[in-house]
Structures are given as C-alpha cells and as structure tokens.
C-alpha cells in the first residue's frame, strides 16, 4: 500500500526534445507548423523507450528530412502545465547546417508548411514567450561547457534549502 501512495506523488511528465540548427549568420532554424499558430523548432516527444537524443535525431529527419550530425545538449526546460501535464524539454545543439544539408531540407507536408532562421530578437515575434526564452538560453549555453536547466523557459532564482 505504502509503495502505492508513494507512486501517486512521483511526477510523470511527458519529454520532448528538439534542435537547434544555426545558419552561417548565427540565426536559429524555425519552423511553421500547419497545426499551431506559432513558429516551432524541429522536435517533438520522445517515444516509450526513446531516449531524447534519438527522439530529437528521428523528429529532425521526420521533419526536415535530413540526419546532420546533432550534438550535446544545451538545455533542460520543466515547464508547468495544470491542463495537459509538466512536461521536461532537451534541447540539443545541431550545428551549422552546411548548404547541401540545407538543399536537402524536404518539410514533412502535413505538420510543417515552412522554414527559417530568425535572429535572437525576431523570435519573440513569432513564437510564444517561453519557447523563445529557452531558444536564448539555449543559444547563450553554446559558448558554455555545460547546458542550461531552467523552469518554464528561465533559470530559477538560486534557493538555499
């Protein structure tokens, strides 16, 4: 009974992970799905038995139609949510795509109608606030050795226990 009762207060959230891809100006890759009314990057759940890193490689070829190389991750993001679920997203570095990856680009036509790089400060302007928060605080993780953990898109306030 006791285990019972100690499971029912275990999170259970659902995972997602996504790319970051970067042009040659240092701009993020987003992308448009036909499904929501804000621009996205190349993600989405990771499957039972998926670890995020092979649910972003598969989202990114589902996606795009492309298998660059995708490198470490960047950032781990809770985000809240009372309606649907917490959910935990890793967010993992893709690199430079070179023009021939870039060529290669085939959008899955019935969850995305297109692409683009935006710069740090467009993505406000087209995706919602705690999607480009943690897109910013993923890029600026780039330059540092270790990725990011934020809660709701931002790095929570340092508590003392």
């Known amino acids: 009974m006791a285990a019972n009762a100690h499971e029912a207060k275990m999170a259970h959230p659902r995972m997602a992970a996504g790319a970051l891809f970067f042009d040659n100006a240092n701009r993020v890759l987003m992308v448009e799905p036909t499904y929501k ?22 989202e990114v070829r589902e996606e795009l139609g492309i298998t660059p190389p ?32 870039l060529a290669g680009i085939e959008l899955q036509q019935d969850e995305l109608k297109s692409f ?3 710069t740090a400060d467009q993505l406000a302007e087209r995706t919602i606030p705690r999607l480009a928060r943690r897109i910013r605080a993923a890029v600026e993780s780039r330059s540092s050795a270790s990725p990011v953990y934020l809660e709701h898109g931002e790095e929570p306030k340092n508590q003392a226990a």
């Open 116 to 118: 683009a790089f935006f």
């Open 70 to 101: 995708i490198g470490r991750l960047l950032a781990v993001d809770w985000a809240p949510n009372e309606s649907e679920g917490d959910k935990v997203l890793y967010l993992f570095d893709g690199g430079q795509l070179s023009r021939e990856q």
């Open 37 to 58: 009314d804000y621009w996205d990057i190349p993600g989405g759940y990771v499957e039972a038995g998926e670890s995020p890193l092979h649910a972003a490689v598969r």
